[in-house]
């Protein structure tokens, strides 16, 4: 089992997001503890504990995968609430600004992801959907 221990959006502080993976045995004794030792730390941190499920976990804009063997696989991540919006082609904005958002698109979806997704997330519809020529 792993989970995510992650703060309140919008709070400053050293600890951001923390990814740990530790045994189901372990969490029932600990886990809990954990949590509510982490969240009498600050007045304005509270700290949530996600729990795999089927093997995934979303953590920031990845889905880990455990694979069968133990190991990790990381894919690009959006949420189901995502509304797929990007810098629009035919906004009045610097060109530069459209080439930028291409070149990030690009890298978030590879660099993200295991190579084994990156045919799926370099799908051009996402820059179809604002507006880009193909």
């Known amino acids: 089992m792993f989970f995510n221990l992650c703060d309140k959006p919008g709070t400053k502080g050293n600890l951001q997001n923390l990814f740990s993976i530790i045994g189901w045995s372990v969490f029932k004794v600990v886990g809990l503890l954990l949590k509510c030792l982490f969240n009498s730390y600050h007045a304005n941190l509270t700290f949530t504990i996600e729990i795999e499920s089927e093997g995934k976990l979303p953590f920031l804009d990845t889905l880990v995968y455990r694979e069968e063997d133990g190991s990790l696989k990381t894919n690009w991540y959006r949420k189901p609430t995502s509304s797929g919006r990007l810098l629009n082609y035919l906004s009045a904005n610097p ?40």
């Open 95 to 134: 060109i530069q600004h459209k080439i930028n958002t291409i070149q990030n698109l690009c890298h978030r979806t590879t660099q993200l992801s295991h190579e084994s997704f990156h045919k799926e997330n370099l799908n051009i519809s996402l820059l179809r959907q604002n507006n880009y020529p193909s």
